[in-house]
């Protein structure tokens, strides 16, 4: 007897379709990495995929959404995560579970994962219409983290606290993509990158755990740096 917290098996219709999204997702990637983003378009991407070019925008409506296809997903889980957080937790806490819960590519140490994501990094570094895409959908994201938080709180919409920590937990995804791009771009190891990010993640978060109040204070004359300290250390 199937379990009711389990959801149904996706049927025969919701399969083909999934397969054809793939289909088309890993054409366009295996096109992108040889030619570029820039240098590909949609119709040879449908010709390519043996599917016409309407079935294609049916399933991505901008070219950009091939790259980026799964993100909504990404959101929506995150939003979960924190929704469904256990009594007493704070927003903080279930965002850093969820964030460093996040591996993909990054988080397998084959040989064919660390070419594939190399690959499409470069793609999305040398296309500004991607970085732009890009930065829409962390906006978004933040917004949506934003919306979350002051409706929790019993906020309004704009609430300052509600945004500034959306931006702020936002802050550090963001940091961590631009740190990982570039050093995939500078021919980071696999295992060794995994690593480096998390141990910035775990930085990043204790930094936004104990408060911003002690940290970059201005040195006292005649010192040129002070060591960072946090409030609450």
Same mark, same amino acid.
């Given at each position: 007897?199937?379990?009711?917290? *389990?959801?149904?098996?996706?049927?025969?219709?919701?399969?083909?379709?999934?397969? *054809?999204?793939?289909?088309?997702?890993?054409?366009?990637?295996?096109?992108?990495?040889?030619?570029?983003?820039?240098?590909?378009?949609?119709?040879?991407?449908?010709?390519?995929?043996?599917?016409?070019?309407?079935? /294609?925008?049916?399933?991505?409506?901008?070219?950009?959404?091939?790259?980026?296809?799964?993100?909504?997903?990404?959101?929506?889980?995150?939003? $979960?995560?924190?929704?469904? @957080? !256990? !009594?007493?937790? !704070?927003?903080?806490?279930?965002?850093? @579970?969820?964030?460093?819960?996040?591996?993909?590519?990054?988080?397998? /140490?084959?040989?064919?994962?660390?070419? #594939?994501?190399?690959?499409?990094? @470069? /793609?999305? %570094?040398?296309?500004? %219409?991607?970085?732009?895409?890009?930065?829409?959908?962390?906006?978004?994201?933040? %917004?949506?983290?934003?919306?979350? &938080?002051?409706?929790?709180?019993?906020?309004? !919409?704009?609430?300052? #606290?509600?945004?500034?920590?959306?931006?702020?937990?936002?802050?550090?995804?963001?940091? &961590?993509?631009?740190?990982?791009? @570039?050093?995939?771009?500078?021919?980071?190891?696999?295992?060794?990158?995994? =690593?480096? /990010?998390?141990?910035?993640?775990? =930085?990043?978060?204790?930094?936004?755990?104990?408060?911003?109040?002690?940290?970059?204070?201005?040195? %006292? $004359?005649?010192?040129? *740096?002070?060591?960072?300290?946090?409030?609450?250390?």
């Amino acid at each position: 007897m199937t379990d009711a917290a *389990t959801p149904p098996a996706p049927g025969l219709r919701q399969r083909k379709k999934l397969q *054809t999204r793939q289909l088309i997702a890993g054409t366009a990637r295996r096109l992108f990495v040889e030619r570029g983003f820039d240098g590909v378009t949609v119709a040879e991407i449908a010709r390519e995929a043996e599917v016409s070019e309407q079935t /294609v925008y049916n399933y991505f409506p901008t070219k950009e959404d091939l790259v980026y296809w799964q993100l909504g997903d990404f959101e929506e889980k995150l939003l $979960a995560a924190l929704r469904d @957080r !256990p !009594p007493g937790e !704070p927003a903080l806490a279930a965002f850093r @579970r969820f964030l460093l819960s996040q591996q993909g590519l990054l988080g397998r /140490v084959d040989e064919a994962a660390r070419r #594939q994501l190399t690959a499409i990094t @470069r /793609v999305i %570094a040398e296309s500004p %219409a991607l970085l732009a895409r890009e930065h829409e959908i962390l906006a978004g994201y933040t %917004a949506s983290l934003a919306s979350l &938080l002051a409706a929790e709180s019993g906020a309004a !919409p704009d609430d300052a #606290q509600a945004w500034a920590a959306a931006h702020a937990m936002m802050g550090v995804h963001r940091t &961590l993509i631009q740190h990982t791009r @570039r050093r995939i771009l500078e021919g980071a190891t696999h295992a060794g990158l995994a =690593r480096d /990010v998390r141990a910035r993640a775990e =930085r990043a978060f204790s930094l936004l755990e104990h408060g911003l109040g002690g940290y970059a204070v201005a040195p %006292a $004359a005649g010192e040129t *740096t002070r060591p960072a300290r946090m409030s609450g250390a």
